[in-house]
Each structure stands twice: as structure tokens, then as C-alpha cells.
């Protein structure tokens, strides 16, 4: 079976502040992909990214930056100096052949960035 | 780009009462769309596996009387929530793709049964 835990439930910053979203996961394939995903009060899922399991290069895109490690099964995603508009509902998730192609859902991470 | 669709956005309902949700894939064909649910501050869980042509997959404990998928085209899932009640008051999205590698997510649809 496949797994997606991130740790934190909620996280609580200021603006400005750097932080770090924790996603961990477990899965039988060699094959998969790792998604984020930002679920602003609205409800609509907003895509952020999604990496191959083979290409473990991190990323950055404006004040996002990913950490794909797989040594420790980690995808963890780092919000750079932080803005009010980046509270929200922050969703780590996994894709995998073995599992049917659905995604797996990590319980999610609510991000709230204080002014 | 690939876009998907849900309609209604928003229903009220009595309880009861059916509700049909329909997911469309609109520049694209999708054999297979999958069907998540999400209750209020927790995260999404999948309900079932929608192929077209066949009959879905549903997750362990999702009652598949009560909660029919019609995969009648490439582009059409729908879900129908029977006889429901206030406990199946959520959110529920869809998620399609023309490949394993490439899915979207409709915009969702909120369920509030009275």
C-alpha cells in the first residue's frame, strides 16, 4: 500500500518568514510521482508541482523551492519569505501504477501567515 | 490546457432526495476519472475508480448502492448520491487525465443535505 504523512497539522508564521511543509511517503513502485498541491479557502485545488521519482533535482519557482530526497522518502516544499495570500490548506500527494494510478492524499498541512 | 469540470458547484438538498454530480473532461478523453470526498478541515479521500465502460471501483467502506457511477463516455463520469443525509454533506472532486502522468482536478462540488 502506499502512504503520505505529513507530520505537521498546522504551522502558524509571520509574514516574511521562511517555512518548510514536511511530506514523507511509502510506496512498493519504482515508478511513481510526487505532487503538491495548495487548497485555498475556496476549496479549489491549485496544482504547485509535480516531480518523477527518478529525477531527485530540487526545484524552484519564485519563493517555492522543493526538496526531493529519495534516501528518505521525503518531498518536502519551503515557502520563501512568506505572504498572507500563502494561507492556506498545503497537500502533499502520491501517484503510482501499483496503487491504480489515484492519488494518495497526505492529511495536509494548514499554513496560516500572520501580517 | 486541460480543463475539467464539475457541475453543480453547489447543491442543498433534502434529505432523501437524490443529487447527480457530473464530471467532464473537456479537451481531452479520460477512460479512467476517479472520485475523492472531503469532509471539512480533513484531507481528500478517494471514494472510487470511475472506467468507462465498465463498472467502477469503489474504496473499502463507500457503499456503492448508495453512491452510483456512470462512466457512459470518454468524457462524462457522473455521481449520484442516493436517498442522502446530512452525514454526506461534503466536498466531493474529480480527477481525470488523458494519462496516468497528467491528471486534473474539476473545481469540486459542495453537498449540504438538510
Known amino acids: 500500500a502506499q502512504k503520505v504523512t505529513q507530520a505537521q497539522t498546522e504551522i502558524s508564521v509571520v509574514e516574511k518568514e521562511d517555512v518548510t511543509l514536511d511530506c514523507v511517503y511509502e510506496?512498493?513502485?519504482?515508478?511513481?510521482?510526487l505532487f503538491w498541491y495548495k487548497q485555498p479557502p475556496s476549496g479549489e485545488l491549485v496544482f504547485l508541482i509535480r516531480?518523477?521519482?527518478?529525477?531527485?533535482q530540487n526545484e524552484i519557482s519564485g519563493r517555492y523551492s522543493w526538496n526531493f530526497q529519495k534516501s528518505t522518502s521525503s518531498f518536502n516544499f519551503t515557502i520563501t519569505a512568506s505572504q498572507v495570500v500563502d494561507s492556506a490548506v498545503y497537500f502533499c500527494a502520491l501517484s503510482a501504477p501499483y496503487a491504480g494510478n489515484m492519488l494518495t492524499f497526505g492529511g495536509g498541512t494548514r499554513l496560516m501567515v500572520k501580517p | 490546457g486541460a480543463v475539467v469540470s464539475q457541475h453543480p458547484s453547489w447543491v442543498i438538498c433534502k434529505s432523501g432526495t437524490s443529487v447527480k454530480i457530473e464530471c467532464r473532461s473537456l479537451?481531452?478523453?479520460?477512460?479512467?476519472m476517479f472520485w475523492y470526498r472531503q469532509f471539512p478541515k480533513q484531507s481528500l479521500m478517494l471514494m472510487a475508480t470511475s472506467n468507462e465502460g465498465s463498472k467502477a471501483t469503489y474504496e473499502q467502506g463507500v457503499e456503492k448502492d448508495k453512491f452510483l457511477i456512470n462512466h457512459a463516455s470518454l468524457t462524462l463520469s457522473t455521481l449520484t448520491v442516493t436517498s442522502a443525509h446530512p452525514e454526506d454533506s461534503s466536498f466531493y472532486i474529480c480527477l481525470a487525465g488523458p494519462t496516468w502522468e497528467t491528471q486534473y482536478f474539476g473545481p469540486g462540488t459542495r453537498l449540504l443535505v438538510l
Open positions: 479537451d481531452f478523453q479520460a477512460t479512467t
Open positions: 510506496t512498493r513502485d519504482t515508478t511513481y510521482y
Open positions: 516531480r518523477n521519482s527518478f529525477d531527485e
